[in-house]
């Protein structure tokens, strides 16, 4: 299996390109075009050898929760010419990740457990175990760093300092809310309970878009609603989609993005069933078969794609 590890696009109209930990963007005079590739990032750090297919697989969830949320929050996409293509609206980007938590898991329960009771200036209730539901969901903002690791923020930090106007920030709340309360719904639907996820907003024209991806397995967490509380009560580790396997299998192998530590290594059976596990996320989460496309040995079709939704 071949993956999409990077593309070096260059079209007449072009203004600007970025390449961040996963994606691909091309900038023009009012829009962009966003390429998912193949790359795999975890603790901020991409790690060496890019996942098949995960780039289609990011995309297309994105796709289908974007369009069952525009009725909830404005979003960025204009089209999308292809499986793992965007074309969107330019926003002035928010120097912030809005990041909600329904559950105490992952990051979260890595600092609970630290015996930390703050988490970006919410104080957390005590006698909480991993996994357990918070009494309401509670917003984690994160600062949003072009590279290295995002720091953990506090509302109240971020406009002192001013990186958020209060208005602004006021609204970025608000849709964060409204859209975990929706895609909760929807992974509702799916036999899923949706943990946690991280939304970015961006504004054009004095509107607040939701921009990127939401609601993918990179973003967000979800667990199986099936068997969740009985494994609760007996403290077992639950079910869930989301790219934790991945930081778990770091971390089981000395690696958490720390300084002076090596990625261990990935053999291809690891980049295969890594591959397999985000087809899994795929057919769980939108209730229909992955039908992979190899755009990797064939990188002029995403050209022309992008192309002719441009110019």
């Known amino acids: 299996m071949q993956a999409l590890k990077e593309t070096n696009f260059h079209f007449p109209q072009q203004t600007g390109f970025y390449r961040g930990k996963v994606r691909d963007v091309y900038y023009f005079k009012d829009k962009l075009a966003l390429v998912a590739t193949d790359r795999i990032s975890a603790f901020d750090v991409v790690l060496p050898r890019a996942i098949p297919y995960k780039g289609q ?7 289908s929760f ?8 404005p ?25 909600i938590r329904g559950y105490l898991a992952g990051h979260a329960w890595r600092e609970y457990s630290a015996g ?16 357990d539901p918070f009494p309401e969901p509670i917003i984690t903002p994160t600062t949003k760093a072009a590279e290295g690791h995002d720091e953990d923020i ?53 509107i607040i878009y939701v921009i990127d991806e939401i609601h993918t397995p990179d973003s967000s967490r979800f667990f199986y609603s099936e068997g969740y509380q009985e494994r609760q009560s007996k403290g077992e580790p639950q ?17 958490q993005g720390k300084e002076g530590q090596q990625v261990p290594e990935m053999t291809d059976a690891k980049i295969s069933e890594i591959s397999q596990r985000y087809i899994e996320l795929y057919e769980q989460l939108l209730g229909k078969k992955f039908v992979p496309q190899d755009y990797a040995s064939q990188p002029h079709t995403l050209q022309e794609s992008i192309a002719a939704n441009i110019f």
């Not at 974007?66 to 929050?73: G, I, M, Q, R």
């Not at 930390?116 to 005590?126: A, D, M, S, Y």
């Not at 409204?178 to 639907?189: D, H, I, V």
């Open 116 to 131: 930390k009771r703050t988490l970006c200036g919410v104080t957390l209730p005590e006698g909480l175990r991993e996994n």
């Open 239 to 255: 079910r869930q989609l989301s790219k934790e396997f991945v930081r778990q299998w770091l971390i089981e192998n000395g690696f």
């Open 57 to 63: 697989v990011l995309n297309q969830i994105a796709a």
């Open 75 to 99: 979003n960025w996409v204009l089209s999308q010419p292809a499986p793992n293509v965007t074309i969107g609206r330019q926003c002035e980007t928010f120097k912030v990740e809005m990041v």
């Open 154 to 206: 506090s509302r109240e930090e971020i406009l002192r300092q001013g990186i958020v106007a209060e208005q602004d920030y006021v609204q970025l709340e608000a849709y964060t809310r409204a859209l975990f309360k929706r895609g909760s719904e929807l992974a509702a639907e799916r036999g899923l309970i949706l943990v946690d996820t991280k939304y970015e907003f961006g504004k054009a024209d004095g």
């Open 66 to 73: 974007l369009e069952a949320t525009a009725n909830v929050v």
